[in-house]
């Protein structure tokens, strides 16, 4: 059985997809043994309800120190769903190959520093971009910068607004995410 922490910071409807599909088997042989908030949010209560150990460790300059004190040494993924803090260089270093991130667009595009969730949505409508979509991808200490590991895309209307595109991008990672996951745990290819 494998080992994943999964990192949140907002609603966790990614979370909540990733705990339905090890329920259901689309994701194999894994479980989460922890789940970390750098904030209260409603993916911290998400976890509660599904009984799996959660914590909340304020975001800031100690949270990578923190997060790196209760993670499990025997996890085998660290999976950022909704997570919005950047973890310091010496943590990817450490769970290198081992840490995977989901981005609301497709990256390169659309990627880096304050870019993340409206942001992004805001920014593709105003660059008028044909499409958009979702990348999950490693984590290393570039932000948004390590290899993609899958991607999906769509095609941007005239009448999306930022709302319509997170909505979008949401299906889009609900698809992909839990495949992304099964691919570097069990080397399920896609
Ligand atoms: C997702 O769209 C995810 O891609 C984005 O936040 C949303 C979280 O939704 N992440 C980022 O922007 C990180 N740069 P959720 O809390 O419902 O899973």
Same mark, same amino acid.
């Given at each position: 059985m494998k080992n994943i922490v999964v990192l949140v910071s907002g609603s966790g409807t990614n979370l909540q997809r990733i705990i339905d599909t090890i329920e259901n088997g689309?994701?194999? %042989?894994? !479980?989460?043994?922890l789940v970390v908030a %750098?904030? !209260?949010?409603?993916g911290l209560e998400r976890a509660k309800n599904q009984h799996i150990e959660h914590l909340l460790i304020p975001r800031g300059r100690n949270f990578s120190s923190e997060l790196g004190r209760v993670i499990?040494?025997?996890?085998?993924l660290i999976v950022l769903a909704g997570f919005l803090s950047i973890l310091k260089p010496e943590f990817c270093e450490k769970w290198n190959g081992k840490i995977i991130n989901i981005h609301?667009?497709?990256?390169?595009?659309?990627?880096?520093?304050?870019?993340w969730g409206h942001h992004v949505h805001h920014a593709v409508i105003e660059a008028g971009e044909k499409e958009s979509g979702a990348t999950v991808h490693f984590v290393t200490s570039?932000?948004?910068e390590g290899e993609a590991i899958l991607q999906k895309s769509f095609t941007v209307t005239q009448d999306d607004t930022p709302e319509t595109l997170a909505e979008k991008v949401h299906l889009i990672e609900y698809e992909i995410f839990p495949k992304a996951i099964n691919k570097v745990l069990n080397n399920v290819s896609i």
């Open positions: 689309e994701i194999r %042989d894994a !479980e989460i043994s %750098d904030r !209260e949010c409603y499990p040494e025997n996890t085998d609301p667009a497709l990256l390169p595009k659309f990627g880096g520093k304050g870019m570039g932000i948004d």
